[in-house]
T-cell receptor
């Protein structure tokens, strides 16, 4: 597609359930990022994928969070045993190469509500 | 720790006036800076970027100024329009980083 595509756009889940969020980056972009944005807050880095390199997972808040990127394209962010504090917008972004000097384009986000 | 922050959480301007949104950063190794606009319910939208070897860069109705001496970044919007109402984030990337570090955001409100 023309932009970064994320699904679902909205997800309401019960506390303790697992959720999967999907990101389809811009075609040809080798770099993919996940960020989290709580209500009225800035963006918090979660994880970064670049080509075939090992991902930078330094921003993942706990071991309940994991992400994969299959075939160098689509990525899935998985949150296990969701907690209410996981409620946030999860934003995916991609760029043609690494983050320096290459415009990073964001998707519209997946709004997660844990009840 | 290193951080990027904004001075004003909310800025209210009259339609047609110029807007200036400020941002301070603390990582002296940062060499790339970006401004994003985020409208309600949408993802951040790239506005303009600047590398550390520049002091000023202009786009359509927007100008970014970088003062490396005091580690300060600003976004100027000329002839502000109602459609400019949004939250604006500055972000920076250190030359060894794998991420953009975002400031807390400034809400721009344009009064008709």
């Amino acid at each position: 597609g023309a932009g970064v595509s994320q699904s679902p756009s909205n997800k309401v889940t019960e506390k303790g359930k697992d959720v999967e969020l999907r990101c389809d980056p811009i075609s040809g972009h080798t770099a993919l990022y996940w960020y989290r944005q709580s209500l009225g807050q800035g963006l918090e880095f979660l994880i970064y994928f670049q080509g075939n390199s090992a991902p930078d997972k330094s921003g993942l808040p706990s071991d309940r969070f994991s992400a994969e990127r299959t075939g160098g394209s689509v990525s899935t962010l998985t949150i296990q045993r969701t907690q209410q504090e996981d409620s946030a917008v999860y934003l995916c972004a991609s760029s043609s190469n690494g983050p320096t000097g290459n415009t990073i384009y964001f998707g519209e986000g997946s709004w997660l509500t844990v009840v | 720790g290193e951080s990027v922050g904004l001075h004003l959480p909310t800025l209210s301007v009259q339609e047609g006036d110029n807007s200036i949104i400020n941002c301070a950063y603390s990582n002296s190794a940062s060499d790339y800076f970006i401004w994003y606009k985020q409208e309600s319910g949408k993802g951040p939208q790239f506005i303009i970027d600047i590398r550390s070897n520049m002091d000023k860069r202009q786009g359509q109705r927007v100008t970014v100024l970088l003062n490396k001496t005091v580690k300060h970044l600003s976004l100027q919007i000329a002839a502000t329009q109602p459609g400019d109402s949004a939250v604006y984030f500055c972000a920076e990337n250190g030359n060894a980083g794998n991420m953009l570090t975002f400031g807390g955001g400034t809400r721009l409100m344009v009064k008709p």
